[in-house]
């Protein structure tokens, strides 16, 4: 398996010295935010439902300095161009700014909320992959959220912090994305996955102690990168509101489990039996039944029978994969292999169209089942996967 990667805290050091010598003075401080794997729940944020993700140890560190002239000057270790140079005050929304879009959409969503934030001198480094569906632009958001909070002294909560920075990322950079990222990246503790209620931003903290049950989960990257911002992703989030309008509700969060079967009828009543009232039946039946999962599996986790939620994931991926149709041939063929290799259950985890899955395995067997996922890519051309143990993390803070 992949080696861990390094964490915030050892990190924090060589950023700050990277920092120093793009800029020519010392950042005034160094900010975390981490990446996340969603355990269960996916595409009910935007719902208004029920989601469980979990801070990985993969995070995004920014060496930040306030800049009181306007002047925003953007930095990455991780992509080619040097620094970004631009001015607060002339932010414009989707002009393709590539990755220096994402903590400028902060900037721009902190001033349109009426917070006199200027600029900043930003460094950044992340060992969150891109591309992964492992969050990597949230914690890009979230990290320079909580920087400019801490800097321009706002006084924002963290679920005020997510907003922001979900608010940049729909807006600004035009992906039409749920809070579930931001609020992981924000609000996760270690040892714990988040309860997170998509409606009111309401959080329950749910110990999550795998190893006391000899148990690990593993994330798989399948190398197959995604882009939410194809029109996909918001194809799919407007057959939920169609269904939702249809049924008249406000989100589909509002369609009780117990009464899916008849929603399905009405759906078919009201809109027919054409492919697109289709699509939204599937839609409508994978968001419903997806909350729900969420709910069995934080009931498994309070009874201490972490095993089962297994079969849970494994269900999960298979109305990702028919319902919702946002998986891919990489994706299925890791649910395969680590099933017919010992796991308890896996499934894609994100946006889909690639990235990654987790899998929930006994500890002893960790290892075997992520040899079988690389044997069964090999075998079918595929390029080898990056396999590590996802950890509940600590959420953003800074260092």
Request: proline share 4%; aromatic share 4%.
């Amino acid at each position: 398996m992949t080696a861990p990667a390094p964490a915030a805290e050892e990190s924090a050091a060589a950023v700050a010295a990277e920092f120093t010598a793009l800029y020519g003075y010392e950042p005034t401080g160094i900010w975390a935010a981490p990446g996340r794997v969603n355990l269960i729940g996916e595409y009910t944020d935007f719902n208004e439902g029920f989601v469980l993700p979990l801070a990985l140890p993969r995070t995004v560190v920014a060496a930040v300095a306030r800049r009181d002239d306007g002047v925003l000057r953007l930095h990455s270790a991780d992509a080619a161009g040097g620094v970004v140079e631009l001015t607060a005050h002339s932010l414009t929304p989707l002009s393709d700014g590539g990755w220096a879009a994402y903590p400028a959409g902060v900037v721009w969503a902190l001033r349109e909320a009426g917070h006199a934030v200027g600029g900043a001198d930003v460094h950044l480094r992340s060992t969150v992959p891109a591309g992964a569906g492992l969050s990597s632009s949230a914690a890009l958001e979230v990290a320079t959220a909580l920087a400019l909070n801490d800097l321009y002294e706002l006084g924002l909560s963290r679920p005020e912090l997510a907003l922001v920075a979900q608010r940049a990322e729909n807006d600004f950079v035009g992906v039409p994305c749920g809070v579930m990222d931001q609020m992981a990246s924000a609000a996760c503790e270690a040892g714990h996955v988040l309860h997170l209620d998509c409606r009111d931003l309401s959080v329950r903290q749910v110990p999550l102690d795998l190893s006391a049950h000899g148990l690990c989960l593993l994330v798989v990257d399948t190398r197959v990168e995604h882009e939410l911002g194809d029109g996909a992703y918001a194809e799919r989030r407007a057959g939920c509101e169609a269904g939702a309008r249809a049924l008249g509700v406000s989100h589909l969060r509002d369609v009780p489990f117990a009464e899916l079967r008849s929603a399905l009828g009405r759906l078919r009543d009201e809109l027919g039996e054409g492919p697109d009232a289709e699509k939204v039946r599937r839609y409508v039946r994978h968001v419903v039944s997806d909350d729900h999962r969420v709910e069995r599996v934080i009931s498994l986790l309070d009874a201490g029978d972490v095993r089962a939620a297994g079969d849970v994931l494994t269900e999960g991926h298979v109305s990702l994969r028919d319902d919702l149709r946002i998986s891919c041939p990489e994706l299925d063929l890791v649910v395969e292999a680590a099933r017919a290799g010992g796991a308890l259950g896996a499934r894609m985890t994100g946006g889909g169209f690639g990235g990654s899955a987790v899998v929930l395995v006994e500890a002893a067997g960790a290892e075997g089942v992520a040899e079988a996922v690389r044997e069964a890519f090999a075998a079918a051309g595929f390029a080898e996967p990056r396999v590590f143990v996802a950890e509940a993390s600590a959420g953003a803070r800074r260092l």
